[in-house]
């Protein structure tokens, strides 16, 4: 019995689309993204011409996943609302100490700003008024 042909994208061309559609959806420019993953602007307008690819498996496919997250925790808290969402990021924030498009550049306010997230959506989810700072 012959394999099927894989007909459809594969891992590493979904990632980066999803990863350059939530940096788009965050409002990050394409100089934070690429700052954010670790690699040059050059390689990011490769990943938009679809020239080149992340790897989920390697560092930067790790660190797209963690925007993934970000994105879909604050979609969630904002009812896919694109202004506050956009918002959310260039406002200071108290409880992250920073704007949070500045903290998710170091991998300690990533982890911080997601961690921040997730209790949020986890305190929604209980039915508790959610009021992000």
Not at 56 to 67: D, K, T, Y
């Amino acid at each position: 019995m012959a394999s099927e042909p894989n007909s459809g994208p594969s891992a590493m061309a979904v990632l980066s689309k999803a990863t350059l559609k939530a940096a788009e959806c965050l409002g990050l420019s394409h100089a934070e993204l690429a700052q954010f993953l670790g690699i040059s602007e050059s390689s990011v307008s490769q990943l938009v011409a679809s020239e080149r690819f992340i790897d989920p498996r390697g560092q930067e496919g790790g660190l797209a996943l963690m925007l993934l997250q970000i994105f879909r925790a604050l979609d969630a808290l904002v009812g896919s609302d694109a202004d506050a969402r956009i918002t959310w990021m260039n406002a200071y924030n108290k409880a992250i100490g920073d704007l949070p498009r500045h903290a998710i550049q170091t991998r300690s306010g990533l982890k911080h700003t997601l961690a921040y997230l997730n209790s949020l959506v986890v305190g929604a989810s209980g039915g508790q008024a959610i009021r992000l700072q």
